[in-house]
């Protein structure tokens, strides 16, 4: 069966301090992969997404980046926080065709201080 | 206007009571969530949908796609269902989700 892992679950890190969050899926290939964030009394937004290896579209401008140097591996990362930047960072899947469901990680609340 | 929405923004109910939470779209569907979000932040994927009605349990959600609105039914309430539920909107013309503001559910024992 497919399934999705997201770390960490929680993370505090400094203002101007790096980020690398990591997200896998196991038990298919060719996923689209997604990252969403939801601010705080807010509702979630979707920052990037692929469908393919190397492949990243953005939908937000902001002072993050996404990679995905493995069909299966989707990883969300900054060079330099803001404190903006905190929130709670999901990450999904779907299957390439039409009609298929999401599958959603289990979350990263992400506090920079 | 957001382009899907939800309808209580926070909800209050006495155990075992009838709940229903109201989601209405704008735009172009292909598929239509509602996920559950728990204090600790985790979200867990409730239903799928794009036509007719899905029942798991105690929950109970519908579409109706000419009207553009679902409904996510909880019967026999139960404090352990208190949480945010989102209706989320797969669009049509892009390979995106567009989530909903979130109702929040308490449930009184």
């Known amino acids: ?113 | 206007k957001n382009e899907v929405e939800q309808s209580p923004q926070n909800l209050t109910a006495q155990e075992g009571e009838f709940i229903t939470i109201n989601c209405s779209y704008s735009v172009g569907i292909s598929a239509l969530h509602w996920l559950q979000q728990h204090p600790g932040g985790g979200i867990v994927s409730l239903f799928m949908l794009s036509s007719g009605k899905k029942k798991h349990g105690r929950l109970i959600a519908t579409i109706n796609i000419q009207e553009k609105h679902s409904s996510l039914h909880i019967t026999a309430s139960h404090p352990r269902d208190s949480a945010v539920y989102i209706c989320a909107a797969s669009k049509t013309s892009y390979d995106k989700v567009i989530f909903g503001p979130g109702t929040s559910l308490s449930v009184i024992p």
């Open chain 1, 1 to 113: 069966s497919q399934t999705i892992h997201q770390w960490p679950a929680t993370l505090v890190q400094p203002v101007g301090s790096p980020l690398s969050l990591e997200c896998t899926v196991e038990g298919t290939s060719n996923p689209n992969l997604y990252w969403y964030r939801q601010a705080a009394g807010r509702g979630l937004q979707l920052l990037f997404y692929s469908v393919g290896i190397g492949q990243i579209s953005s939908e937000v401008p902001q002072n993050l980046s996404a990679s995905r140097p493995q069909d299966r591996q989707f990883i969300l990362s900054s060079k330099k926080l803001l404190l903006s930047d905190s929130g709670f960072y999901l990450c999904a899947w779907r299957p390439g065709w039409v009609g298929a469901g999401y599958t959603f990680g289990s979350g990263t609340r992400l506090t920079v201080v």
